[in-house]
């Protein structure tokens, strides 16, 4: 489940540390099975597995070899899960949505799992990311997310299978970019649009030609000169606090 090619051929990805796992069983995202390692466990370690167990998930006490050998972060806590990647089509986001967060072209895992920490913290119903974009089931996605992976519907698709339901359900596209109005413009006011697409692109790359040729609104953020631009997922938070209500 390290692997791009192996969590898209299984339909699985792992989530491991207290802190990401406690985060699943607050939103009632459980692991099909979870992987402990008794000697490496702390009390809320071993409190977090009781619940787990509460709650019938399959456990497996293995070795502190076992469990390091199929970590991925640099030291383990003792206790992984393994969890089903839901298969999630745009449409579901967009109508049982308000406010969405589309990401273009997101390929560093820190960005992209700080981004979505953001969204779930302001208000965000949904994130949907370009399959240009990283996979937003990498550990190190799930990892910077800290748990914000397990909040909300995460999918992935195609730039046209995402507009084409634009159109149809009164979302205004909204794309922040460096020639866009000023967030803070008295031109616009971006708490009046009740469903929105907030659309973000790297750093390096911007977001692509046909994401911004579709948008309605085009914003960017005021920064002194000193600075040529703002990192995506500061970029993006900033942005993100303006629409939360």
């Known amino acids: 489940m390290q692997t791009k090619k192996g969590r898209k051929l299984e339909k699985r990805f792992v989530a491991e540390g207290i802190r990401l796992l406690e985060e699943s ?3 009632n995202f459980l692991p099909i099975k979870l992987y402990y390692t008794e000697s490496l466990l702390t009390d809320r370690g071993r409190w977090l597995v009781k619940e787990f167990e509460k709650e019938k998930v399959s456990l497996y006490n293995i070795s502190a070899k076992d469990i390091i050998s199929i970590s991925d972060a640099g030291t383990s806590q003792g206790v992984l899960g393994l969890f089903n990647i839901p298969l999630l089509k745009p449409g579901i986001a967009f109508k049982k949505s308000r406010k969405l967060l589309l990401l273009d072209n997101i390929s560093d895992p820190g960005n992209a799992g700080t981004l979505l920490r953001s969204a779930l ?15 937003p089931f990498n550990p190190k996605v799930v990892r910077s997310s800290v748990g914000a ?57 911007g977001i692509s030609e046909y994401i911004l040729s579709k948008a309605d609104i085009k914003i960017k953020i005021n920064h002194a000169a000193k600075v040529d631009s703002l990192n995506v997922a500061v970029a993006g938070s900033i942005i993100m606090k303006e629409f939360y209500k």
Do not use: C, H, M, Q
Not at 121 to 135: K, P
Not at 173 to 188: E, F, M, R
């Open 149 to 205: 992976i397990f909040g909300f519907p995460i999918i992935t698709a195609t730039v046209e299978e995402i507009l084409r339901f634009k159109k149809y359900d009164g979302f205004k596209l909204i794309v922040a970019d460096t020639k866009g109005i000023d967030l803070n413009s008295k031109k616009i006011n971006i708490k009046n649009y009740s469903r929105i697409v907030l659309a973000l692109g790297s750093e390096a790359e």
């Open 121 to 135: 913290a302001f208000g965000f119903d949904a994130v949907i990311l370009t399959n240009n974009s990283v996979d």
């Open 25 to 27: 069983l607050k939103n």
